[in-house]
């Protein structure tokens, strides 16, 4: 009979994305991963599966950052000969000039300027260069970089992504992990009732005596497979996380009320879910009303580019009762499809790092820190710093109020023994001991007012726009514009995107009719945007927070004009603005 693409993909043990795109390659016409193949497709793939099987390990294997091709292992080589003699350890500084540099390393500084260029980063001799860059190139050329005596703490303070910390990992040790979740939607839709129904559906037998906590995130079992619910609903909480530079979340639940539809907070977190590439599944809710029309929903859904998978689109639509717990089954069993998609893979063999969610001081146990652990394992006792707060692990407690020994990938955790109170969106990691930690943590309090006005220059702003264009810093120039008409917000998006051109592509990731709200500001400040409000000015709020996340906020009353000054800002002719 026939077969579903993901049905296939798990006989033959591959992900559906990859099977998906074997498939394309053999220009086999497929939808999506719920298409029917028929027996011949079917058996013609399940033959070719072994050398398939080879070329994916070799795809692997490029995937992993140490894959280097012969060509480069042989230049390498021939770069490591010619140094063998004297000594090829350096220390660089935090900036270093490019002539500096060519010195210490003995390059001519133009063969820098050329490797630079090469990866996208235009630079002159005299200017001064990143240590990250610095260290890239030196290696390049076969110096150890050594670091100097604060080594490790200046390392592990300027640690912002997780993926930067597990360089060397091996990829045998990388193991599935459940997937992380965010509801969002508009308000009243459902978003609490259904995170409810779901922590209250799973509850198994064993678990029903134990007194569930509420510690800001929840992990569910369905058909032995896990999935890790955040609590806090809403795109302004994960907007604000990633923000602050956390990546937590790998698929958004959009929920829908069947009898309102589509509605203005709905396109806000259709939006900010897209501004973060993750994948959304739409729960239309509250399917037991006598006025609900799922099918009006789904129309609505596709004007918005969520075209439903029985419409020939690719967005899985679910219809449940958060109240009647209709359709909960369902939905979890669509989350895990569209995760295993997504391959979460995560080395729990390694040193723990995590996100925290959420935090407070509890009167009787102090700093109490909810971490999502996202790399490695935590263990109790270990070592650990999150933003400027340190400690040692002294318990660990779950969502069903379980103490735990350790806490592996995807796995929420409330854990105690944190010298402070850290913010949600802070990195926890472990460090070889406590002393350390206490460093870091105190040479990050004193980097932190220094570090924050680096960061606001690292924003886009129109006056500065040009000098990042010509840097290479900025090759897609985001934009939000909230307008006081629909006609006008549309006739500048179609408008504003009209001016990519090869360097720069102009990008507008979310317009809505009304005024500038702290939410906008908030995605615009996690996705690098600057925002224009045409006709509508920025409520008191946002205004606030603009000031102190510097988003560029820019308000027009001639559609002219805005198109204007986004041109003469590409091409750094715009005059500054105060
Ligand atoms: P949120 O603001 O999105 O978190 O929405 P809530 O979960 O607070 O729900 C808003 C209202 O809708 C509440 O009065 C709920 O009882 C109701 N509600 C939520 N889900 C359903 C449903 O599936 N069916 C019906 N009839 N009402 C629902």
């Known amino acids: 009979g026939k077969i579903r693409v993901y049905e296939l993909a798990k006989k033959l043990g591959v992900s559906s994305k990859k099977l998906i795109e074997v498939l394309e390659d053999l220009n086999v016409e497929i939808r999506n991963h719920m298409s029917t193949l028929d027996d011949e497709t079917a058996e013609l793939i399940y033959e070719m599966l072994s050398e398939e099987k080879k070329v994916r390990n070799k795809d692997d294997i490029k995937k992993t950052k ?48 050329k490797e630079l ?25 076969g110096f150890e970089v050594v670091l100097q005596d604060d080594k490790e703490i200046d390392n592990t303070i300027d640690t912002i992504d997780i993926n930067d910390i597990e360089d060397q990992e091996q990829e045998e040790n990388f193991v599935n992990r459940p997937p992380i979740v965010t509801v969002m939607g508009h308000v009243d839709h459902g978003k609490t009732s259904l995170l409810d ?7 198994t037998a064993s678990e029903a005596g134990g007194i569930t906590q509420h510690i800001g995130a929840y992990q569910v079992t369905i058909n032995g497979k896990k999935i ?15 923000a602050r530079g956390a990546k937590v979340t790998d698929v958004a639940v959009l929920v829908v009320a069947a009898d309102d539809g589509v509605m203005p907070q709905t396109i806000e977190a259709i939006n900010h879910a897209k501004a973060a590439n993750i994948p959304i599944i739409v729960a239309i809710n509250k399917i037991d009303k006598p006025n609900a029309n799922p099918d009006r929903v789904k129309q609505q859904l596709s004007e918005y580019g969520l075209i439903p998978e029985d419409w020939g689109g690719d967005t899985v639509c679910v219809p449940v009762s958060a109240i009647n717990k209709k359709g909960i089954n369902t939905l979890l069993e669509m989350i895990l499809l569209v995760a ?14 995590g996100t925290i969610i959420e935090a407070k001081l509890d009167k009787g146990r102090g700093p109490v ?37 350790e806490a592996g990938p995807s796995v929420p955790v409330e854990v105690l023994g944190l010298s402070d109170v850290p913010n949600a969106g802070d990195l926890l990691y472990t460090v070889k001991d406590e002393k350390l930690a206490r460093q870091i943590a105190e040479k990050r309090k004193e980097k932190q007012k220094e570090s924050e006005l680096k960061q606001a220059n690292q924003k886009v702003t129109l006056d500065k726009l040009f000098q990042k264009i010509q840097k290479g810093e900025v090759k897609e120039l985001n934009i939000i514009i909230k307008g006081d008409v629909q006609g006008s917000v549309e006739a500048l998006i179609r408008a504003l995107e009209k001016l990519s051109y090869d360097k720069v592509k102009v990008k507008v990731i979310h317009g809505a009719v009304g005024s500038v709200t702290e939410s906008d500001v908030m995605l615009a400040s996690a ?8 006709n509508v000015r920025p409520e008191p709020n946002a205004k606030k927070i603009a000031e102190k996340e510097k988003v560029d906020i820019r308000t027009y009353r001639v559609i002219y004009n805005v198109i204007d000054d986004i041109e003469l800002a590409m091409k750094g002719m715009l005059e500054p603005s105060f």
Do not use: W
Not at 67 to 92: H, L
Not at 197 to 203: F, L, M, P, S
Not at 527 to 534: D, H, L, P, T
């Open 527 to 534: 996705s690098n945007a600057i925002i224009i409000g045409f």
């Open 369 to 405: 820190a909810t971490v999502i652990v996202q790399k490695g394992t935590l263990y109790i006792g270990d070592a650990i710093v999150a933003g400027t707060a340190y400690g040692r692990v002294r318990a660990m407690i779950d969502d069903k109020g379980k103490r735990l020994k």
């Open 228 to 242: 890790v619910f955040l609590d806090t609903p809403g795109h302004e909480a994960f907007t604000e996380m990633r």
């Open 197 to 203: 129904a779901i922590r209250k559906a799973n509850v």
């Open 340 to 353: 295993e998609m997504c391959e979460l893979k995560a080395n729990p063999k390694t040193n723990a790092v």
């Open 66 to 113: 140490e894959y280097k091709t012969q060509e480069e292992i042989r230049v390498e080589n021939k770069i490591k000969d010619k140094n063998k003699k004297g000594d090829k350890r350096i220390i660089i500084p935090d900036k270093i000039s490019i002539k500096d540099l060519g010195e210490k390393i003995n390059i001519e500084p133009s063969k820098i300027i």
């Open 117 to 141: 260029f090469e990866e996208g980063i235009i630079a002159t001799i005299n200017q001064q260069i990143s240590k990250k860059d610095a260290s890239r190139i030196a290696k390049k050329y």
